[in-house]
């Protein structure tokens, strides 16, 4: 049996082959389709109280209704989002959401309780508590709205051209 | 040679400095990002926030979005304070290239008006260099990062060497730009450097690195700057390694500080030693003094064009207190404008089907101008190291207190009653106005605090960013203005530090250093 200093030196003279390309078929990772959670299934409702997520369902109706090649907002999941969201959110706007709510919940989302939505806009906004939530319920239903994967959907089928918004994502880099 | 950063300040530096043969050793705080491998194309409404973001992640960076949250720097990691009734934003990336990863890439000279403000209108301190000191780098500058845009011959805009934008404008723009001449006011087109690549990761480092001359060392958060008590100059920087926390001290012969204008400032302030206790080059009494910035009117008007619409924008030229003295209010303020966009839904006061109706017949019709606007330096607005707050590597934080002043308001309303005329006169109605200021360092301008001078007693630096105090010693980015017009800062730090890094050369040549 060879010395390890003397097995070392014979590997030393006969270098290690180079390595071999691989053939592209072994090379080659399958590309594997996936989906997200959220398109896969509905979100745990967990925020919000049931009488105030029926009042922000009815808001969302009233704010994003569906149209020709356009969902609504609640076709867009967009109460449940919002549930996630602002349950995530600073406790100022979850103040503001949910103390907007259960005045909906009481008052009922009709045409008059929602008149502070025909303001026009100032910088300042509304010195109101319940106005400043309705600016913002509207800001947010109808981004939340835009940006659902239900109206790239409708957009793409109204214009032939793939409707799906896309974008570079910047990964985590350590 | 050690430089810390690898931004505009640093990265020119590096560059500057390898091609004339110095060895450097650059120090950046964050991860090298590789734009192709670190980035993929995803579609947006797979995005778990919808692209509205993590809500709370970044409560001072309004430029963060759910895409590129991983590029600015942690709020948590890198903490500051600031007094309860004036928050300050600020914005930080930490990777290599800083923030030229995500500047806007406007790309202006300064003008004598500023380098030589206060014999324009007695307030604040003359620069102690002139545009015709600062010129030729400039002009070397300019093709390097390929600016594009069209020169005007106006003594407020200076001239540059700059690829000639001659595109035609559309009609609204037109029609904008004959209103702005009836008031007397000039326009230009937008000038910046070409292509999203346009940062010190793409143009100044591959060279510098090819040179041999640069070792780039990444993850490097540094603590302070030694000093040699005998000699009293800069002996070399102390660091940290953002994983491992390992502590490391690297020797230099001089050190070049570009870690972006604040972080620049709390390296200094925390450089403390017997001989130098109030912070490295603080004999003036000025470091951490000075801060200002650029401040915003994001949408200061925000219009419905009248027909034929188009698309396009450009650049107001400053005109107040220009050729005349304004009444109340010191110095200038600039626009950006541009149209084509639709007007943000908070603009409609409908909802429901009435609110889409007006969102279709808005598509394409907004015009908008934003109010970038000259903040006046003072002494009162200030960093300081708040001993009791420490980022994540125990390095002591800032604490920063920056106010608007009463010239700063001033100016802010009448960008917005001058902005009103410009629209009106072009026939566009005017869907919204204001006058509110973004906070302090939301512009990501933020400037000054390591202010150079002709006068060692009023500032901490020479005109050639090198320290009074310290003779091996130079700082070359933004902390180092002294004012900064409303002009986007980019340009003239990689054009000091250019100039700076050409004069460190020399000096070591001929012994001096």
């Known amino acids: 049996m060879a010395s390890p200093a003397a097995a070392a030196a014979a590997q030393a003279a006969t270098p290690p082959p180079a390595p071999q390309a691989a053939s592209p078929a072994t090379e080659q990772f399958p590309a594997l389709k996936v989906t997200a959670a959220d398109a896969a299934t509905d979100g745990v409702i967990y925020f919000f109280s049931s009488e105030q997520f029926l009042a922000l369902t009815r808001l969302c109706e009233a704010i994003a209704p569906a149209g020709a090649n356009r969902p609504s907002a609640v076709d867009a999941d967009v109460p449940a989002f919002l549930d996630f969201f602002i349950g995530q959110s600073p406790a100022a706007t979850k103040a503001l959401y949910r103390d907007g709510l259960d005045r909906l919940v009481r008052d009922g989302v009709a045409g008059a309780s929602l008149s502070a939505l025909k ?3 100032s910088c300042a906004g509304p010195a109101d508590a319940f106005a400043r939530f309705l600016q913002q319920a509207k800001n947010d239903i109808l981004q939340a709205t835009m940006n659902s994967r239900e109206w790239a959907a409708a957009q793409g089928r109204a214009s032939r051209r793939d409707g799906m918004p896309t974008g570079y994502f910047w990964r985590h880099v350590d | 040679m050690v ?14 400095l390898t091609r004339l043969g110095v060895k450097c050793l650059m120090l950046e705080a964050g991860p090298l990002f590789d734009f192709q491998k670190d980035r993929s194309l995803v579609n947006l409404p797979d995005l778990p926030y919808r692209g509205f973001g993590q809500p709370g992640r970044f409560p001072h960076v309004v430029q963060a979005s759910e895409l590129d949250a991983e ?13 309860k009734d004036a928050p300050y934003y600020w914005v930080r990336i930490r990777m290599v290239g800083g923030k030229t990863m995500r500047w806007g890439r406007a790309s202006w000279r300064l003008s004598d008006l500023e380098f030589a403000c206060k014999d324009h209108d007695g307030e604040g301190e003359n620069w102690p260099i002139r545009l015709a000191d600062l010129a030729p780098y400039y002009d070397r500058a300019e093709p390097m990062f390929n600016v594009t845009g069209r020169n005007e011959g106006l003594r407020q805009l200076p001239d540059g060497k700059i690829l000639v934008d001659d595109s035609a404008d559309s009609a609204p723009v037109r029609r904008f730009i004959d209103s702005c001449k009836k008031l007397g006011v000039p326009t230009t087109k937008p000038r910046r450097a070409t292509g999203t690549l346009a940062s010190s990761t793409n143009v100044l480092l591959p060279g510098a690195i090819e040179t041999g001359n640069l070792q780039l060392v990444t993850n490097a958060v540094v603590r302070d700057i030694t000093v040699d008590p005998n000699t ?4 070399g920087v102390r660091f940290v390694d953002r994983h491992s926390k390992r502590d490391y001290h690297v020797k230099a012969r001089t050190v070049i500080v570009s870690a972006s204008a604040l972080e620049s400032c709390r390296i200094l302030l925390n450089s403390t030693s017997p001989r130098y206790p109030k912070g490295l080059g603080n004999s003036s009494g000025t470091l951490g003094r000075y801060l200002f910035d650029q401040f915003y009117v994001k949408n200061t008007v925000m219009c419905e064009m009248n027909s034929p619409r188009g698309r396009g924008g450009g650049y107001v030229v400053r005109f107040r207190n220009v050729d005349k003295r304004e009444k109340n209010f010191l110095r200038g303020y600039t626009y950006d404008f541009g149209c084509g966009g639709t007007p943000p839904a908070r603009y409609i006061p409908h909802y429901g089907e009435a609110l889409y109706k007006e969102l279709d017949r808005l598509r394409g019709a907004s015009f908008s101008m934003t109010t970038m606007g000259e903040v006046l330096p003072k002494y009162e607005n200030h960093v300081r190291i708040n001993k009791d707050v420490k980022d994540a590597w125990g390095i002591p934080a800032l604490h920063i207190e920056h106010k608007y002043g009463a010239n700063e308001h001033a100016m802010a309303k009448d960008a917005m009653e001058m902005a009103e005329a410009m629209c009106t006169g072009a026939g566009f109605t005017i869907l919204g106005r204001h006058a509110q200021m973004v906070p302090p360092g939301e512009s ?21 960013n090198q320290s009074h105090d310290v003779k091996n010693l130079f700082v070359v980015d933004g902390s180092s203005f002294p004012s900064g017009g409303a002009q986007n800062p980019t340009l003239t730090i990689l054009a000091l530090s250019m100039r700076a890094s050409e004069y460190l050369a020399d000096q ?4 001096a250093l």
């Not at chain 2, 430089?3 to 500057?16: C, D």
């Not at chain 2, 590029?71 to 600031?82: G, K």
């Not at chain 2, 990501?444 to 050639?464: F, Q, W």
């Not at chain 2, 070591?508 to 012994?511: A, E, P, V």
């Open chain 1, 119 to 121: 303001d026009s806009w």
């Open chain 2, 3 to 16: 430089i810390i950063g690898s931004g505009a300040g640093g990265g020119m530096a590096a560059h500057t």
């Open chain 2, 71 to 83: 590029a600015w720097a942690d709020e948590q990691q890198n903490p500051y304070t600031y007094p």
């Open chain 2, 232 to 235: 009293g100059r800069a002996s």
């Open chain 2, 444 to 464: 990501i301008h933020e400037l000054g605090t390591v202010r150079m001078g002709a006068d060692p007693k009023k500032s901490v630096l020479n005109g050639y």
């Open chain 2, 508 to 511: 070591m040549k001929k012994g």
